[in-house]
């Protein structure tokens, strides 16, 4: 089935870049996501990727996709204390019907 | 525009009693709804999806089941909570239809702790 594996903690200090890693299984998924959760709330979708692509760049955010080694990453620059949250990375199902997420990157930002 | 309501936003509950989470879509028709939980160590895991009124799939076999009663409505109940039940409760949807443009629309989370 399909699994979505991301290290658990991110410590950084405030300005520096923060990257966060992701691995996923199923090389069939049409786009990758990234999710924010910031403390007791829902997830709101970051940014996401279509596979097609090596590269997306938003702003702050980067995201690489590694086909090949199906390795994802997000790069926060200029990291700030509002970035503070748990980040998601997420894969689409076999199926197509649903998202599957990882356990989740707590990032904690330190001034 | 569209937006999302759970309720409640928390509930203490003893082993064994019933349970109703609850959850709406406004501003949209025909949405593909989602149960995920969230327990502590063990990230977001999806529980039910649902494409249509009375169509509930099943990702993972648990003391817990969900209906959709109406379009936008989307219900997690159980008659018996354990105590592994307590855990984080999100609602979500997207759009239907196969338009999949990856954006999964969250509510705020219900937090049931069981006791």
């Known amino acids: 089935g399909e699994d979505v594996e991301q290290s658990l903690f991110l410590s950084v200090r405030e300005g520096d870049s923060s990257v966060i890693n992701c691995t996923y299984t199923?090389?069939?998924?049409?786009?990758l996501y990234w999710y924010k959760q910031e403390p007791g709330a829902g997830l709101q979708l970051l940014t996401y990727i279509f596979s097609n692509m090596d590269m997306k760049q938003d702003q702050r955010l980067t995201v690489l996709l590694n086909k090949k080694d199906k390795h994802l990453s997000l790069r926060i620059a200029d990291t700030q204390t509002g970035d503070s949250a748990i980040y998601f990375c997420a894969e689409s199902n076999q199926a197509g019907t649903a998202l599957i997420f990882g356990k989740g990157t707590t990032l904690s930002v330190s001034s | 525009s569209q937006t999302i309501h759970q309720w409640p936003a928390t509930l203490v509950q003893p082993v064994g009693s019933p349970l109703s989470l609850e959850c709406t879509v406004e501003g949209t028709s025909n949405p593909n709804l989602y149960w995920y939980r969230q327990a502590a160590g063990r990230g977001l895991q999806l529980l039910f999806y649902?494409?249509?009124?009375?169509?509930i799939s099943s990702e993972v076999p648990q003391n817990l089941s969900a209906s959709r009663p109406q379009d936008r409505q989307f219900i997690l109940s159980s008659k018996k909570l354990l105590l592994s039940d307590s855990g984080f409760y999100l609602c979500?949807?997207?759009?239907?239809?196969?338009?999949?443009?990856?954006?999964?629309?969250f509510g705020e989370g219900s937090r049931l702790t069981v006791l």
């Open positions: 979500a949807w997207d759009r239907g239809g196969g338009n999949r443009g990856g954006e999964l629309f």
């Open positions: 649902s494409v249509g009124i009375g169509q």
């Open positions: 199923d090389s069939s998924s049409t786009y």
